[in-house]
């Protein structure tokens, strides 16, 4: 058995080490991307396929104890002028006019709206969405649009996002120092000290103080750069340190914890066109892209008109919005959108998911409703499907 194996100091190391890997495990809603990496810019956190639910999946941040994260989510609802649109959770495809929204409450990561929950990546999201809405609801509907267009906008904003970057990055340097430097005293120390050095008199004294004095800081830490960054009520910092007070590994990636609520309010397009590099951003805001530009109904099938209309309005906003962000990169959306490398024997591809059919024509079987281009007739066909 185990605990006959180990000794009480190796169970500890063994206990923080566990704690440390889950801390770098994160269960996020399906409309959250995280971002990590221990050098350079970052990259998509790796999403294991047996780790997903229906509305969930887990992302697994870089494990190296300096490595930098940043989560980034779409919000889990739809908004027009006329009203809101549920697009994930149990009550998914439900429309509130604002005429009908009679309550919205922000709860950590769960915003309610006439009672209905749903979950956002971060509390600060869901802080968010929900003093936009109340702003919204308490405004003519002729002026809504604007407030909506502003927000959409500014969440695509560069500039901000690389503001808001400097600014988290200079909030949480020396947390990220602190974070590294108790790392390495509680495993490599830690361990050198156990497998090595025979125990004597005051060593565990001489162990335990800088241990303590750097847990102590990394939570002074991680209170200030909280309080800098990140809009969450009180009551929800205090209970985040206070989790901290208990976790040495929860302080040696204090820094993730603050970088999964800093970027609440930015589209993750924009997120990752300033974090990823260009060539992987590419890649990454190709998907976004078909998906706005080629909606599909099937998500939604017996979704009223309303909701429809008021969803469409919503993704015409934030595929303006993309088109503009892209061409401030000098990025042409055309290229995005080029046809796959040409299969041997297939004629038609879908436009939404690139898959790749026999047929003549007809409609993808994945996206339901998305009518199949042939590959002749597409108008941005890649390179090696022009030369077929
Ligand atoms: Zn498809």
């Given at each position: 058995m185990m605990y006959k194996v180990l000794s009480d100091t190796e169970l500890i190391l063994l206990i923080i080490g566990v704690i440390y890997l889950s801390e770098c495990l994160l269960w996020l809603p399906d409309q959250a991307v995280a971002f990590s990496a221990a050098f350079g810019r970052l990259k998509p956190a790796w999403r294991p396929?047996?780790?997903?639910?229906i509305d969930s999946h887990a992302e697994i941040l870089?494990?190296?104890?300096?490595s930098r994260s940043v989560i980034a989510a779409d919000w889990p609802i739809a908004v027009s002028p006329d009203g809101l649109c549920i697009?994930?959770?149990?009550?998914?495809g439900t429309f509130i006019s604002f005429d009908e929204l009679k309550s919205v409450e922000a709860d950590q990561r769960t915003l309610r709206l006439n009672r209905i929950a749903t979950k956002f990546a971060a509390s600060d999201g869901a802080a968010y969405v929900a003093k936009l809405l109340q702003e919204l609801r308490s405004l003519p509907a002729d002026q809504r649009s604007d407030v909506l267009n502003v927000a959409v906008e500014s969440s695509f904003s560069l500039a901000d996002v690389s503001r808001r970057l400097e600014n988290v990055e200079r909030a949480t340097s020396n947390l990220r120092i602190v974070s590294l430097f108790l790392f390495l005293w509680v495993f490599v120390h830690g361990s050198v000290l156990y497998y090595t050095v025979e125990p004597h008199p005051g060593m565990l004294t001489r162990y335990l103080t800088p241990l303590g004095i750097l847990w102590l800081t990394g939570i002074v830490l991680f209170a200030f750069a909280q309080r800098r960054l990140l809009t969450n009520s009180s009551t929800e910092q205090i209970s985040r340190i206070a989790t901290m007070c208990f976790s040495p590994a929860g302080v040696m990636r204090a820094s993730s914890a603050i970088t999964r609520e800093a970027?609440?309010?930015?589209?993750p397009a924009a997120v990752a066109a300033v974090v990823m590099w260009s060539s992987s951003f590419r890649a990454t805001v190709c998907e976004r892209l078909r998906h706005l530009q080629h909606p599909s109904e099937a998500d939604f099938p017996v979704a009223s008109d309303e909701f429809k209309m008021a969803r469409d309005w919503f993704r015409n906003q934030h595929l303006t919005a993309l088109m503009k962000m892209l061409a401030e990169m000098s990025i042409a959306p055309e290229d995005l959108l080029k046809s796959p490398i040409?299969?041997?024997?297939?004629?038609t591809w879908c436009p939404r998911c690139l898959n790749q059919y026999t047929l003549e024509s007809g409609t993808c079987h994945?996206?339901?409703d998305i009518s199949l281009l042939g590959f002749a007739e597409s108008a941005g066909e890649s390179c090696s499907a022009t030369q077929k």
């Open positions: 396929a047996f780790l997903q639910r870089s494990l190296v104890p300096w697009l994930s959770g149990s009550k998914s970027f609440s309010a930015f589209n040409r299969d041997n024997d297939a004629r994945d996206c339901v």
